[in-house]
């Protein structure tokens, strides 16, 4: 079997398994992928697992989103002699916005929002909202938004709402 007819096979069986939509990539053997009941891939999504990626149950995760475990040491010369591998664990009921990054050794917790864009460098702890570059709490989702039994429990019982544009202007 050729390389290209392996990697075939290998994102048919995630496709199949997690939903994955056309585009996602799975950098790795799939055997440090670890994800949960029920979650949602938007797209395009990169998961570069050369450590381990623990995903929960019920997580959102939108296009362009980037989960990667691996860096360098910036104070070797060259910087690539060196690769460091860290393990990204995501909790269940987050959701992650379009193109957000998420870097290695971060744990997310549970309920957490992670804002589009955003660049997670650092943990980010239970039901916290964070956004930016570098990602930082901008507030803490209430907990009893989460905290009761969920109305649904599979994606096919959701709905979609059609709304207006926004009523609000930029910050100055």
Not at 4 to 16: A, G, N, Q, T
Not at 57 to 65: E, R, V, W
Not at 110 to 115: A, F, P, Q, R
Request: with cysteine; proline share 5%; net charge positive.
């Amino acid at each position: 079997m050729t390389l290209s007819e392996m990697i075939r096979k290998l994102c048919s069986y995630f496709i199949r398994k997690y939903r994955f939509p056309t585009g996602t990539i799975v950098y790795g053997d799939g055997k440090n992928l670890q994800i949960g009941k029920n979650v949602s891939f938007g797209g395009r999504v990169v998961l570069f697992g050369t450590a381990p990626i623990e995903i929960g149950d019920n997580t959102m995760i939108a296009l362009n989103t980037v989960i990667h475990t691996s860096t360098h040491d910036y104070t070797d010369h060259p910087m690539w002699c060196k690769r460091i591998d860290r393990p990204v664990k995501i909790g269940s009921h987050v959701w992650i916005g379009a193109c957000a990054i998420i870097l290695p050794g971060v744990i997310v917790e549970d309920y957490s929002v992670i804002g589009s864009g955003s660049v997670v460098t650092a943990n980010v702890p239970l039901g916290a909202i964070v956004a930016g570059n570098p990602a930082k709490i901008i507030r803490y989702r209430e907990p009893a938004s989460y905290a009761k039994e969920p109305k649904i429990t599979e994606w096919s019982q959701s709905c979609i709402v059609s709304e207006g544009f926004l009523e609000k202007y930029s910050k100055i």
